[in-house]
């Protein structure tokens, strides 16, 4: 049972719009939530992360939302850029048995056209 | 420079032949991690480790073994490879677990014929 999900695995948008990537999980018990990005031919890099006990955390361009209710989190960027192009991973860390497990979902492909 | 490296970082080798990919990191963390990503999914946590003398089985642990005798290097044995067991293995490393960026080596690309 996969336990971290990211349903869209492309998305294409236009720079100076945004994207919203977007990831569900099952899991009540997370503690935090990440997303990475990764480039070709490089291991990933950390964009942001949240609390399980805030529902925002905002860093420059990027916007990370948490709904527990719904359990679900959305990355925004604004605007999107060129650069931007890459793979985003969401990912899922710790719970009340296991703080160091991680779980990711399987990424979405972001195409920022210019 | 801060950084965490893996050798090697391309690896063919054959069923049944013991190996080990090596993770060292030089930021005195505490939490490192083994992942293998495959073709189309995510990274899949295989061990990780709290800190020294202290590893845990991630979700695919089977067929591999891991060691933290000190600090900075967590490598990744696999004792019997399979062709199973082709896959990008990417290492990670952060102070602690949670918040805490996780630092990712540059990947080990392995082939088991």
């Known amino acids: 049972d996969q336990q971290v999900k990211q349903n869209s695995p492309s998305l294409s948008v236009q720079e100076g719009r945004i994207s919203i990537l977007n990831c569900d999980y099952t899991?009540?018990?997370?503690?935090?939530f990440l997303w990475y990005k990764k480039y070709p031919a490089e291991g990933p890099t950390f964009l942001i992360s949240?609390?399980?006990?805030?529902d925002k955390n905002e860093d420059g361009r990027f916007t990370v939302f948490l709904n527990k209710s719904a359990k679900h989190l959305s990355l925004h960027i604004v605007p999107s850029q060129p650069g931007d192009s890459a793979v985003y991973f969401c990912?899922?860390?710790?719970?009340?048995?296991?703080?160091?497990?991680?779980?990711f979902g399987d990424g979405t492909t972001l195409t920022v056209k210019p | 420079e801060a950084q965490v490296t893996q050798n090697p970082r391309y690896l063919i080798t054959v069923t049944g032949k013991k190996l080990t990919v090596t993770c060292s990191q030089n930021?005195?963390?505490?939490?490192m991690s083994w992942y293998r990503q495959d073709p189309g999914l995510g990274l899949r946590q295989i061990y990780y480790?709290?800190?020294?003398?202290?590893?845990d089985k991630g979700d695919v642990p089977e067929g591999y073994k891991v060691s933290r005798k000190e600090k900075r290097n967590f490598p990744l044995i696999l004792e019997s490879p399979s062709p199973n067991q082709t896959s990008l293995y990417f290492c990670?490393?952060?102070?602690?677990?949670?918040?805490?960026?996780?630092?990712f080596g540059p990947g080990t690309r392995l082939t088991v014929l």
């Open positions: 990670a490393s952060s102070f602690s677990v949670g918040a805490d960026t996780q630092y």
């Open positions: 990912a899922a860390i710790g719970d009340s048995t296991n703080a160091g497990k991680s779980t």
């Open positions: 899991n009540s018990m997370f503690d935090y």
């Open positions: 949240i609390s399980s006990i805030k």
């Open positions: 480790s709290m800190n020294v003398e202290v590893t």
């Open positions: 930021m005195n963390h505490e939490y």
